[in-house]
Structure formats: structure tokens, C-alpha cells
């Protein structure tokens, strides 16, 4: 069953805020919400380091992230209690930042399939 969250994005210069795993998802899409002005968003990935800032203004979204291979996994959530001995912390799908100096709002939908 998917699942959808929103979130708030601050403003670009800021710590940007970082989309995890609520779900064992092979799929997501991320798009700002209608509710607020449009402003695009920074884009950092873990394949990258999170090192590399990618633009995707209003027009370009939303932005699918897919698990890799016809099976893959994108993400798992947290397991376990922190402190834990099996404990493993969510998976991070990216980290984000609004394009502007205003920050921004997202939707985000998380597919198991």
C-alpha cells in the first residue's frame, strides 16, 4: 500500500532535509505541493555522496527514484530500537533543498511496486 508524507523543505543555503524510508519501497516520486508556490528544488543523492547539487525546477517534476534491477529495493525503514543490537537506521532516498530563498513544500509517495 503506498504512502504518502509531506515535508518541509528549507530554504536554499540551509541544511538540506533528508527523504527516508518510511515503507520497503521499490519506488518514489517526489513533487512539491500544490498548496504552496512553486519554487524547484536541489536534489542530492546517496549514489553521489550527496556531493552533487542537481536542479529541478517546477516543470521537471516530479523526480522518480526507482530500486535497481526489475526487483530492486530502493529503500527499507528503520529496524530495530536505536541502541539496539539489531538496530538499522532507515534508508535515505535524498537529501533536499528548496531552489529559492523561500522555503518549499513536498509531497512524497512511496510505491512497493
Do not use: W
Not at 504512502?3 to 536554499?12: Q, T
Amino acid at each position: 500500500m503506498p504512502k504518502s508524507s509531506l515535508i518541509h523543505v528549507p530554504a536554499a543555503g540551509f541544511v538540506p532535509v533528508a527523504l527516508t524510508s518510511g515503507i520497503p519501497a521499490r519506488r518514489v516520486e517526489i513533487m512539491e505541493d500544490g498548496s504552496v508556490a512553486p519554487q524547484g528544488l536541489i536534489v542530492q543523492l546517496p549514489a553521489d555522496n550527496f556531493a552533487v547539487n542537481d536542479a529541478y525546477p517546477y516543470s521537471a517534476q516530479p523526480i522518480e527514484l526507482k530500486g535497481p534491477g526489475r526487483d530492486g529495493t530502493l529503500g527499507l525503514p528503520q529496524q530495530g530500537q536505536p541502541g539496539a543490537a539489531n538496530f538499522r537506521p532507515a534508508d535515505t532516498y535524498c537529501q533536499l533543498t528548496s531552489a529559492t530563498a523561500t522555503p518549499t513544500l513536498v509531497r512524497l509517495l512511496e510505491l512497493e511496486s
